[in-house]
């Protein structure tokens, strides 16, 4: 009986550790798989480019660019390409509730001054860069 109960033993031992192994394996394909998912996402977003034209363009891409990255420097290659050329000038930073939002906001007015390469348009326009929620001590 003694030797019975040792096999036993020794078969419930090993079948404890294969279930363990499909376990883990299975739990480590799952996140690889997920890895591997958001792997292709982001390649396949930075392959993504959008181009903006014309002096309209400008300041959607320069007001974009700030409101995206919530700073008030833009890189040359922002402001200045091949389709327009935009001035912009921190007016104030202030508090407010922009559209679209239920929070107040820290933020900036920025005056953007976009013209066309050809010189045909020109479009100024002043606009709110949300920075970070207000209310929370950090005003």
Same mark, same amino acid.
């Given at each position: =009986? ?10 419930? %031992?090993?079948?404890?550790?294969? %279930?363990? &192994?499909?376990?883990? !394996? &299975?739990?480590?394909?799952? %996140?690889?798989? &997920?890895?591997?998912? *958001? ?5 396949? !977003? ?19 660019? =700030? ?6 420097? +833009? ?14 000038? +921190?007016? &104030? ?14 933020? =900036? ?8 390469? *050809? ?9 709110? %860069?949300?920075?970070?929620?207000? *209310?929370?001590? *950090?005003?």
């Amino acid at each position: =009986m003694k030797k019975s109960e040792a096999y036993r033993k020794k078969g419930y %031992i090993l079948v404890s550790t294969l %279930i363990i &192994i499909l376990v883990l !394996m &299975i739990v480590g394909s799952y %996140i690889a798989y &997920i890895l591997s998912l *958001n792997f292709r996402v982001a390649s396949y !977003m930075k392959k993504e480019f959008i181009f903006f034209s014309g002096a309209d363009g400008g300041v959607f891409a320069v007001a974009g660019w =700030m409101a995206y990255y919530r700073r008030s420097d +833009v890189p040359r290659e922002v402001t200045d390409t091949r389709f327009f050329s935009v001035n912009y000038k +921190v007016l &104030i930073h202030t508090v407010r509730y922009p559209e679209g939002y239920r929070l107040a906001w820290k933020g =900036m007015d920025v005056r953007l001054n976009s013209r066309s390469k *050809n010189g045909a348009t020109e479009v100024e326009s002043i606009v709110f %860069i949300p920075l970070s929620p207000a *209310n929370y001590g *950090n005003e």
